[in-house]
């Protein structure tokens, strides 16, 4: 099955720094997703980004279809940011719109 | 903004009891999934279902498991007779094809 790999597993800013959080997937997709898992356990949907760019207040997020990984851009990090952020993918292949996910990164933001 | 929602939010079940997981999902929604978290790991694709049957299993989706979508709303993950490696959180999930969007999730946990 298709391959996911998150980068860096873990990461500690100070309030205010910008971050980039990686994904690289082992072939093509029909979907990929980002997701904050938050201290409650929620999976919070970020973006919904298969190819291209798109923007959400602070956050961003790029992904290269064609190279196989995707970006996620934090900028002027809270506190509130802490968690686990995850990268699932769909391999092109599939039709039930089945997820697979990477381990995460999980970004712990100090005050 | 619609939700998933699912509850109970914890449940505490002996090993061997049968237990049922509630979800409702997205009303417009067409397909529904159910994906399990152990404790520290990555969220595991469980089962797919599309037009009240399954349309995907993984290998964890074993005779235990069902999933039933007894009325118009409500979708349930039943396990026939927890073991103590059922222990993890349980989400469900929907989609309008185009991302999933998660319930916030059952924690599981088998005594």
């Known amino acids: 099955g298709i391959q996911v790999e998150q980068s860096p597993p873990d990461l500690i800013l100070q309030e205010g720094a910008n971050s980039t959080l990686r994904c690289n997937f082992s072939d093509s997709v029909n979907n990929l997703q980002w997701f904050h898992q938050n201290p409650w356990g929620q999976l919070i949907n970020l973006f919904y980004i298969p190819s291209g760019t798109k923007q959400n207040g602070r956050l961003s997020a790029t992904t290269v279809a064609t190279e196989r990984y995707s970006l996620l851009y934090i900028s002027s990090s809270q506190t509130t940011d802490s968690g686990v952020y995850f990268c699932?993918?769909?391999?092109?292949?599939?039709?039930?719109?089945?997820?697979?996910f990477g381990k995460g990164t999980l970004l712990t933001v100090n005050p | 903004e619609p939700e998933v929602t699912q509850t109970p939010s914890h449940q505490v079940t002996q090993m061997g009891q049968e237990v049922i997981l509630r979800c409702v999902p997205i009303?417009?929604?067409?397909?529904f999934y159910w994906y399990r978290q152990i404790l520290g790991q990555k969220v595991e694709f469980l089962v797919s279902?599309?037009?009240?049957?399954?349309?995907?299993k993984s290998e964890i989706f074993d005779d235990q498991f069902s999933v039933e979508r007894p009325d118009g709303s409500n979708f349930t993950l039943k396990i026939r007779s927890t073991k103590l490696e059922d222990s993890a959180m349980y989400f469900c999930?929907?989609?309008?094809?185009?991302?999933?969007?998660f319930g916030s999730g059952t924690q599981l946990s088998v005594l």
């Open positions: 699932a993918v769909e391999n092109s292949g599939g039709s039930n719109y089945k997820l697979t």
């Open positions: 279902f599309y037009n009240n049957e399954i349309s995907e």
């Open positions: 009303s417009n929604h067409l397909y």
């Open positions: 999930a929907s989609t309008p094809r185009r991302g999933l969007f």
